[in-house]
């Protein structure tokens, strides 16, 4: 569904209020009836093993009920109103079904398979796609309400089609993942990284994906490459730092320069507006407005003096603060925390780094909270978790093996 069907399937109004772009609600009915089906053996396995998001996970889903009711009494407005600003958040219960049903290496190889084949895909057709717009040739379903391409962007004869970028930069990571789990998957992971990475790059043009894409590729290599020849890896490394170091200014002002001038000064303007909105909400931010009468406090006025509204989905991670409040800062704290001791108690540290290091590249300037992206944030805190789970087992198989040769 994230997919939207490769975008294949004509738009129709029912249809985009289940399932869009910024609509998840056919999706978590999918995912509460999967928690709901599997109740009973997710609550033993729970109790049995280690869950390791469990407390930052539940404390979220509590600070958004609460805050629900809190945004009702607030504003004035009904129950359900709260809700549908708010009900995405829900989406991350996944993650209780993953890390407690999908305990088998196979099985979760197999997902991550289907993840890239899915990526893959779709990222081939999209480019085709955008090839063929040049010749006024659509088999895709491209208006507004389905991919939104924008015309006035232009990167080598291609058109910009960013929408897909989030489900493309996490089948991405995934690949990445799978390369360094299993080796032997290196060449036929090979295509759809390269036709991942192409997308990414010429057709979605999505500045902050492609950093962190690239980011994680060249870390890699190098973790390939070290496994090889170390004193390549040590030069390499010291080569990538320069150029990269030196590349800094540049890429800094493709942020604030340029075409997307005014998309930079939109959202500072739009950081100063909602902090200073919930310096007077501290404990827990703006919460859920969802009226006629909220909609500056929501958008600002922007759009009658440039053409633009303030989104909070354009400040990233801090969308999630100015929500949230005090709140907010102490989820992302906990979050923050539980990846730091997984990371500190995983055996394999450097592959643990490409997921961990996804989360806090991309909440730069776009945030795994958004409607839009909340539903790969339980793929990618399991993924985290399967990482340390293998890491533990292969570490007593081989405690085993030595005390048997003794």
């Known amino acids: 569904m994230q997919t939207n069907f490769f975008s294949l399937q004509p738009s129709w109004e029912f249809g985009r209020l289940l399932n869009s772009y910024t609509s998840k609600y056919l999706s978590l009915i999918i995912v509460i009836s999967i928690i709901i089906i599997n109740l009973s053996s997710i609550t033993k396995n729970i109790l049995k093993r280690r869950v390791t998001f469990f407390i930052p996970i539940a404390f979220l889903l509590i600070s958004n009920l609460c805050i629900e009711f809190w945004s009702s009494i607030s504003y004035q407005q009904s129950f359900f109103s709260s809700f549908t600003a708010s009900y995405y958040y829900y989406l991350i219960i996944l993650y209780y079904y993953l890390v407690t049903l999908i305990t088998d290496k196979s099985e979760t190889l197999r997902m991550f398979t289907f993840i890239i084949t899915l990526s893959g895909i779709y990222s081939f057709l999209l480019i085709l796609q955008d090839l063929l717009l040049n010749k006024e040739i659509e088999f895709m379903n491209i208006g507004d309400t389905g991919l939104g391409v924008e015309v006035g962007n232009n990167l080598l004869g291609f058109l910009r089609i960013k929408a897909p970028s989030d489900f493309i930069a996490f089948g991405t990571m995934v690949i990445i993942v799978y390369m360094l789990i299993d080796s032997k998957k290196t060449k036929q992971n090979l295509i759809p990284l390269t036709i991942n990475t192409v997308y990414l790059v010429v057709v979605s043009q999505t500045r902050m994906y492609i950093i962190t894409i690239l980011i994680l590729e060249i870390f890699m290599v190098l973790y390939k490459v070290n496994k090889i020849n170390k004193v390549f890896t040590v030069v390499f490394m010291y080569i990538v730092g320069f150029f990269g170091i030196a590349m800094i200014p540049k890429i800094f002002s493709t942020f604030i320069n340029g075409e997307r001038k005014t998309s930079y000064t939109v959202r500072i303007e739009a950081i100063n507006f909602y902090f200073n909105e919930i310096s007077l909400r501290k404990i827990v931010g703006i919460g859920f407005p969802n009226t ?80 839009q992206r909340i539903i790969y944030l339980p793929f990618i805190l399991f993924i985290i978790s399967f990482i340390r789970n293998e890491g533990d087992k292969h570490g007593k198989e081989r405690n085993n093996n030595y005390y048997s040769n003794l």
């Open 292 to 371: 006629f009468s909220t909609e500056y406090l929501l958008h600002g006025g922007m759009l009658n003096i440039l053409g633009y509204q303030y989104y909070l989905d354009d400040i990233g991670i801090l969308g999630f603060i100015v929500t949230f409040g005090v709140v907010g800062y102490i989820i992302l704290g906990i979050f923050i925390i539980q990846l730091i001791r997984e990371f500190m108690r995983t055996p394999n540290k450097l592959v643990s780094l490409v997921p961990i290091s996804y989360i806090l590249l991309t909440s730069i300037s776009l945030s795994l909270v958004n409607v």
